[in-house]
């Protein structure tokens, strides 16, 4: 007997892209200049002291187009063949592929063209990506007595290809057929150059993988997989790693001593140990490539000037992962309240990134290698609760929170020797404030490192503590003084999940907070306070009294980073709201009908003062800052909906 499947998922998309320097633009510039002119009646041209750059946002919102057409295409099939009794196969076949194109354009009567270039500007491209993908497994299943087992042992191909292209040119005739002519621009030809690229990637991940999974009468569990993986990313005599798992369970409730708990449901002790690999970044970092650096005249001929472009790694290996997790399940009140509680540690080994090198003997300053190692551990639990149950009205609380302990272990591997620490996320201009956070050997994550401040003096100058903990001027301290004062990666989350039934009706509302960490407030450090650029835009707390932030009234405290921008992170959101309506249908075709609204971003409860926390990123290597006020700040989002099952 066998069993076939096949489904196809199109989707198409067609979006107009932000623009995140325009944001920071509304941002900074005086607001009260006027968007229009007075003379002409067009937009009028705004300079900005913000980096010396002549931008109307509204103009440029309006007049720039900046779009993308996206399609998605999902087609995968299945075969599963019946082979006996306890015994059956299936081979899975998918593609997975999808389409961005993009298309920009800037008129010729922008004026920032105006008093620029003069010429309008347009630009096309295309991003492809297709993913290939074919498992063939087998499970075979047996019970003998009070033993059973279940044996899966299979085989995965999976190859990524990516490939693009992109031109643009500049100096149109005519405005009016925008991004769809580039030939008809004559700026390529006068100037001599092509402008345009195409690229194409690949990679392929093979595997191998096995899994038993074992009980003895429901009670005593045991679990043991292995996989072995191949990739195409690694240095040559490294492409293939092998990850073995194991996990065990004992179910307490089963044993003939716990019988007489009889408002005890479920009980179970587990514990798991596995190493996972992970090869996801870029193609070809472990060869030797080549690539263009301009061009060079010889003879009346134009020629491509070609050469390494970066550092060949042929010991490039997989990135590993050690897990360990130890955790209980229960049930208690006719299993009116469930939930877990789990003890996990992740050891990250040999992490894949960007390591600097000396240069010469190496072609480029940087090579991609596995260097570092980090290491997470904590607690999660979650509790599920059936509060109220009767005909008419239901009550539903689910609630998950998790701690998280985070520590950078080391930069060195035995290949690569180096510093115990380096100054990560620049600053943007104005000015050159320089780095905010230092990843060190032995310390969290996003731990900030610049000046402690010591308050503001009768002058309006911030004062900070130098490395001999005096009080100095900001103006005068020097880069030894500046030591760790906070870290951006938070150390507590929850979230609270309540769903309510009445009738037809339903009420879901989700709450979601994240507690224990700091926030580097760049609004308030660029333009939050009286010291800030001449003619720029200035945020209300420069002159509110009860901010701090007006305090710092000597132009000599610009630029300098400190911890007095920092600010409690935590908050506590209203994440999303969703009211529905059964409608009670009696129809032969249709099953069902439902109307909805749902309300996303609802209210945020913070401290923090540089508008939304979750505008700021708190994943990553580099959490708790943004290095610019080019973001977008988050909205709120009504969505209205209507669900029909057919029969």
Same mark, same amino acid.
């Given at each position: ?136 497994? &087998?499970? @075979?299943?047996? !019970?003998?007595?009070?033993? $059973? *087992?279940?044996?899966?042992?299979? #085989?995965? %191909?999976? +190859? ?36 345009? &690229?195409? @690229?194409?990637? !690949?990679?392929?991940?093979? $595997? *191998?993988?096995?899994?038993?999974? #074992?009980? %003895?009468? +429901? ?53 798991? #140990? ?374």
């Amino acid at each position: 007997m066998y069993t076939v499947t096949f489904n196809v998922a199109p989707r198409h998309a067609w979006t107009n892209l932000a623009d995140y320097s325009n944001f920071n633009y509304a941002l900074t510039m005086n607001p009260t200049q006027p968007i229009y002119d007075k003379t002409s009646g067009g937009f009028n041209y705004i300079q900005s002291n913000w980096g010396g750059n002549g931008n109307n946002p509204v103009e440029a919102a309006k007049t720039i187009l900046a779009q993308q057409g996206i399609n998605y295409l999902d087609i995968d099939g299945s075969l599963k063949l019946n082979i006996c009794k306890n015994l059956y196969t299936k081979i899975i076949l998918s593609d997975v592929s999808s389409e961005y194109r993009g298309y920009n354009f800037v008129p010729s009567t922008n004026t920032t063209v105006i008093h620029g270039s003069g010429r309008s500007t347009a630009s096309q491209s295309l991003d492809q990506y297709d993913q290939d993908n074919l498992e063939w497994f &087998g499970n @075979y299943t047996q !019970s003998i007595g009070k033993h $059973s *087992f279940i044996l899966m042992g299979g #085989y995965s %191909y999976e +190859q990524n290809v990516a490939s693009g292209f992109n031109a643009a040119n500049e100096g149109f005739p005519s405005d009016v057929l925008t991004y769809n002519n580039l030939g008809s621009g004559s700026y390529n030809l006068v100037q001599g150059i092509n402008n345009v &690229g195409s @690229y194409k990637n !690949s990679s392929k991940l093979i $595997s *191998f993988f096995g899994r038993l999974n #074992y009980d %003895y009468d +429901q009670k005593y569990y045991v679990t043991a997989s292995l996989r072995r993986e191949g990739s195409t990313k690694f240095g040559l005599s490294h492409k293939w790693g092998s990850f073995p798992a194991a996990s065990i369970a004992w179910r307490i409730t089963q044993e003939k001593f716990m019988q007489s708990f009889s408002w005890l449901n479920e009980l179970k002790l587990r514990a798991d #140990y596995g190493i996972t690999g992970n090869q996801d970044f870029g193609d070809y970092l472990s060869q030797n490539t080549y690539g263009g650096f301009g061009y060079y005249p010889y003879d009346g001929v134009t020629y491509q000037d070609w050469g390494p472009t970066q550092n060949a790694n042929y010991d490039l290996h997989w990135e590993t992962a050690i897990n360990f997790n130890a955790g209980i399940d229960f049930e208690v009140l006719n299993s009116k309240i469930t939930g877990s509680v789990d003890y996990f540690r992740r050891t990250n080994k040999d992490l894949l990134g960007w390591y600097s090198v000396p240069n010469p003997p190496n072609l480029v300053q940087q090579t991609y290698a596995n260097v570092g190692s980090m290491r997470n551990s904590g607690i999660e639990v979650q509790l599920n609760a059936k509060a109220i149950q009767n005909t008419q009205f239901r009550y539903n609380i689910s609630f998950n929170c998790a701690t998280d302990n985070n520590v950078f272990l080391s930069f060195s591997n035995n290949l690569f020797q180096g510093q115990n620490y380096v100054d990560v996320v620049s600053m943007a201009a104005p000015g050159s404030p320089g780095t905010i956070q230092r990843l060190q050997a032995g310390k969290r994550i996003g731990s900030f490192y610049m000046l402690k401040s010591a308050g503001v003096d009768k002058n309006g100058e911030l004062l900070v503590y130098n490395k001999n903990n005096e009080v100095v001027p900001a103006s005068s301290a020097t880069f030894d003084d500046r030591r760790f004062v906070g870290n951006g990666l938070p150390k507590f989350t929850a979230n609270l999940d309540n769903h309510f039934d009445y009738k037809q009706w339903g009420l879901d509302i989700f709450l979601r907070g994240v507690f224990g960490y700091k926030i580097f407030n760049t609004n308030a450090f660029y333009m939050g306070t009286p010291a800030t650029q001449l003619g720029a835009n200035v945020l209300t707390c420069a002159y509110n009294s009860n901010s701090k932030y007006s305090k710092l009234t000597n132009n000599a405290s610009y630029g300098i980073l400190s911890d007095y921008f920092l600010e409690p992170g935590d908050f506590i959101k209203i994440d999303h709201v969703t009211l529905g309506y059964t409608v009670p249908i009696k129809n032969k075709d249709v099953h069902s009908m439902k109307i909805y609204v749902t309300a996303n971003n609802l209210k945020t409860f913070t401290k923090f003062t540089g508008g939304d926390p979750e505008s700021t990123n708190i994943n990553g290597l580099y959490p708790g800052v943004n290095s610019s006020l080019s973001y977008y700040p988050s909205t709120m989002q009504l969505m209205f909906g209507l669900i029909v099952n057919f029969e």
